[in-house]
């Protein structure tokens, strides 16, 4: 059985950091691609970025890209999400995720299909 926890969310002041912690087990960690997303009251979930199972590829969302760092360290099974500069509009619970498959960029949320319980961050003006 596939399990996923983030950790790492919380409250910080415009133009401040957090890192995002995303821990699996029960699966391959190396050969799996994974990804973040987030979602933010009455809106729908959003991809944010996507790393492949050797962490050579990354992909981001045009909203965080320049601010936001995923990363991957396959010896402890653990994924990050370093985001700098935020904004309150990156206010949304976020969510890490491993992809189905691997190979291809993947920005769609039905291309991932375990699931951890999510973090909140909240950046206040």
């Known amino acids: 059985q596939v399990q996923v926890v983030e950790s790492g969310g919380g409250l910080v002041q415009a133009g401040g950091s957090l890192r995002l912690s995303c821990a699996a087990s029960g699966r391959t960690f190396s050969r799996s691609a994974m990804g973040w997303f987030r979602q933010a009251p009455g809106k729908e979930r959003e991809f944010v970025a996507y790393i492949s199972g050797s962490g050579d590829i990354t992909n981001y969302a045009d909203s965080v890209k320049g601010r936001f760092t995923i990363s991957r360290d396959n010896a402890k099974n653990t994924m990050y999400l370093q985001m700098n500069s935020l904004k309150p509009e990156d206010t949304a619970v976020y969510y890490c995720?491993?992809?189905?498959?691997?190979?291809?960029?993947?920005?769609?949320?039905?291309?991932?299909?375990?699931w951890g319980q999510g973090t909140q961050v909240t950046v206040s003006t």
């Open positions: 995720a491993v992809g189905k498959r691997s190979g291809l960029i993947l920005r769609s949320a039905s291309l991932y299909d375990y």
